[in-house]
């Protein structure tokens, strides 16, 4: 048996990035031919897709974990890494997308809508590509960035034009049944109904959608009963319709006490999505006026309503009485509710610059580390998750960087003392100053070698020294013959 589910936790993780390589490339006279280590591959995001034809989120209750594909390592020769693959996963129409604490990031509505779930990770520069004047045999590579992890809350709140609202056995379920293709459980014991349905209504030449809803009592706002899980499948509907029963039998209860509580559960009900439910058209349909005394109480009833300024329908779902009129009332409510709809705006993009000054992080005070500093910054920090820190070239590299940035000056004018705790992302060390940025690779030649010329080959004359020294001379005076051949 198929479940409903309308809410799930999913934990998404993003692709890593691949590492960058560090590679020299070599050939026959040529051994120290300059540096050819390739970049490594993108991390693949995961992306959540609107498809028509998904309906439920079933399909992440079983399976709530999902991780994209990792980028490749670089490799000599100037190839990079493969990206990794993105990871699609489909989602119904009017899914919303939060965070553990219930903060609203993305409303994905209309198909074909996507919002990236986490973003993979950065795949590492090559030897090849971190060379340069100052540094031009790199003997290092940058590390590939992690690929973002998070945990995500999924809800679904049903895209619907009309929502079915009454106390339970009120006849919600049959009146969706009759009224359009759907099927939903139909019994005669309350809370038959524990999912919402939802069917497609054709009146004239309209088309709407109807759900309905699970059935409400008083205090469903507040968690009783199966309100609370689904009132949220109502904030997006145009019109909602009180069904009112006229057959019931409970002591305390009539069909205008009926209508004032579940108004009060409406009005006590927080839409997550800010919609404003006191706003919406009202329509009440009394039902099963094919009972004995139910039509004489729907007279009594219909002008107490009507002083409300709702439309007032009398229908039976058994013989049908009725019907036709409620679903032509519906359908043009539903029609005014599009028509004043503003049209969509076309899709503008705002570009912000950086201002002058701003340097792009923030250096503070460690509270945990007496005398330390905390420097916090997207790159500063994301240099550092870039570092190979068992390779001293690299090492400095990062430092040359950080310095270029103004992070060393910023330092020392806070009064860092060489040997104080400074931590940047998650690795902490002990500051040392250094010379200016590219002052010290140019004094070092850290990332140089000697035998290369300005050009990254080794010279003329050093190659035919070093092709005379690889030959020997024959037996009884024969020509000289070259071991290489």
Same mark, same amino acid.
């Given at each position: 048996?198929?479940?409903? @589910?309308?809410?799930? =936790?999913?934990? /998404? %993780? *993003?692709?890593? #990035?691949?590492? !960058?390589?560090?590679?020299?490339?070599?050939?026959?006279?040529?051994?120290?031919?300059?540096?050819?280590?390739?970049?490594?591959?993108?991390?693949?995001?995961?992306?959540?897709?609107?498809?028509?034809?998904?309906?439920?989120?079933?399909?992440?209750?079983?399976?709530?974990?999902?991780?994209?594909?990792?980028?490749?390592?670089?490799?000599?020769?100037?190839?990079?890494?493969?990206?990794?693959?993105?990871?699609?996963?489909?989602?119904?129409?009017?899914?919303?997308?939060?965070?553990?604490?219930?903060?609203?990031?993305?409303?994905? @509505?209309?198909?074909? =809508?996507?919002? /990236? %779930? *986490?973003?993979? #990770?950065?795949? !590492?520069?090559?030897?090849?590509?971190?060379?340069?004047?100052?540094?031009?045999?790199?003997?290092?590579?940058?590390?590939?960035?992690?690929?973002?992890?998070?945990?995500?809350?999924?809800?679904?709140?049903?895209?619907?034009?009309?929502?079915?609202?009454?106390?339970?056995?009120?006849?919600?379920?049959?009146?969706?049944?009759?009224?359009?293709?759907?099927?939903?459980?139909?019994?005669?014991?309350?809370?038959?109904?524990?999912?919402?349905?939802?069917?497609?209504?054709?009146?004239?030449?309209?088309?709407?959608?109807?759900?309905? @809803?699970?059935?409400?009592?008083?205090?469903?706002?507040?968690?009783? #009963?199966?309100?609370?899980?689904?009132?949220?499948?109502?904030?997006?509907?145009?019109?909602?319709?009180?069904?009112?029963?006229?057959?019931?039998?409970?002591?305390?209860?009539?069909?205008?006490?009926?209508?004032?509580?579940?108004?009060?559960?409406?009005?006590?009900?927080?839409?997550?999505?800010?919609?404003?439910?006191?706003?919406?058209?009202?329509?009440?349909?009394?039902?099963?006026?094919?009972?004995?005394?139910?039509?004489?109480?729907?007279?009594?009833?219909?002008?107490?309503?009507?002083?409300?300024?709702?439309?007032?329908?009398?229908?039976?779902?058994?013989?049908?009485?009725?019907?036709?009129?409620?679903?032509?009332?519906?359908?043009?409510?539903?029609?005014?509710?599009?028509?004043?709809?503003?049209?969509?705006?076309?899709?503008?993009?705002?570009?912000?610059?950086?201002?002058?000054?701003?340097?792009?992080?923030?250096?503070?005070?460690?509270?945990?580390?007496?005398?330390?500093?905390?420097?916090?910054?997207?790159?500063?920090?994301?240099?550092?998750?870039?570092?190979?820190?068992?390779?001293?070239?690299?090492?400095?590299?990062?430092?040359?960087?950080?310095?270029?940035?103004?992070?060393?000056?910023?330092?020392?004018?806070?009064?860092?003392?060489?040997?104080?705790?400074?931590?940047?992302?998650?690795?902490?060390?002990?500051?040392?100053?250094?010379?200016?940025?590219?002052?010290?690779?140019?004094?070092?030649?850290?990332?140089?070698?000697?035998?290369?010329?300005?050009?990254?080959?080794?010279?003329?004359?050093?190659?035919?020294?070093?092709?005379?020294?690889?030959?020997?001379?024959?037996?009884?005076?024969?020509?000289?013959?070259?071991?290489?051949?």
């Amino acid at each position: 048996m198929s479940r409903f @589910v309308d809410r799930v =936790t999913i934990h /998404v %993780a *993003a692709g890593d #990035g691949g590492n !960058g390589c560090a590679s020299v490339h070599r050939e026959k006279f040529r051994p120290l031919g300059g540096p050819d280590g390739g970049n490594g591959g993108r991390g693949g995001n995961v992306v959540l897709v609107v498809d028509p034809g998904v309906h439920t989120l079933l399909d992440f209750h079983y399976r709530p974990h999902a991780k994209a594909g990792s980028g490749k390592q670089g490799q000599g020769g100037n190839r990079d890494g493969a990206n990794g693959e993105d990871l699609e996963l489909r989602v119904p129409d009017g899914t919303v997308v939060m965070t553990p604490e219930c903060a609203v990031l993305a409303d994905l @509505v209309g198909q074909g =809508t996507r919002l /990236v %779930a *986490a973003q993979g #990770g950065r795949g !590492g520069l090559g030897n090849a590509a971190l060379a340069s004047k100052a540094r031009r045999a790199p003997g290092f590579a940058l590390l590939g960035e992690p690929g973002e992890a998070h945990d995500l809350v999924l809800e679904l709140r049903s895209m619907a034009d009309v929502g079915l609202v009454g106390f339970p056995s009120a006849g919600k379920s049959s009146l969706i049944a009759v009224l359009s293709a759907a099927r939903p459980k139909i019994a005669d014991y309350p809370f038959t109904t524990l999912v919402p349905n939802l069917g497609v209504v054709q009146a004239g030449e309209q088309t709407f959608t109807m759900a309905d @809803v699970p059935g409400l009592i008083p205090g469903a706002s507040q968690g009783k #009963g199966l309100g609370l899980d689904f009132l949220r499948h109502i904030e997006r509907c145009a019109v909602l319709v009180h069904v009112v029963d006229l057959a019931t039998e409970e002591l305390g209860r009539d069909p205008v006490s009926d209508i004032d509580a579940l108004e009060r559960e409406l009005a006590q009900y927080t839409p997550l999505l800010g919609a404003d439910l006191a706003q919406r058209p009202r329509v009440v349909a009394l039902n099963k006026i094919d009972l004995p005394d139910a039509a004489d109480l729907a007279d009594l009833v219909r002008e107490q309503v009507a002083e409300r300024g709702w439309p007032v329908f009398e229908i039976s779902t058994v013989n049908r009485a009725g019907l036709r009129e409620l679903a032509f009332a519906l359908a043009r409510l539903v029609a005014e509710h599009r028509a004043a709809l503003p049209p969509p705006s076309p899709t503008r993009l705002v570009l912000r610059p950086r201002a002058v000054d701003e340097t792009g992080f923030t250096v503070d005070p460690d509270p945990e580390l007496p005398g330390g500093f905390v420097v916090r910054g997207e790159r500063p920090e994301r240099w550092v998750r870039q570092t190979n820190f068992a390779n001293d070239e690299a090492v400095g590299y990062l430092a040359d960087r950080l310095a270029r940035l103004g992070v060393e000056d910023t330092l020392a004018k806070l009064g860092a003392r060489p040997g104080s705790p400074v931590t940047i992302g998650d690795v902490t060390f002990d500051w040392e100053p250094s010379t200016p940025a590219g002052v010290a690779t140019l004094l070092t030649g850290r990332g140089t070698d000697a035998r290369l010329d300005q050009s990254g080959r080794v010279s003329a004359a050093e190659r035919k020294v070093a092709k005379q020294s690889r030959r020997t001379p024959g037996e009884n005076g024969e020509e000289p013959v070259d071991e290489e051949r």
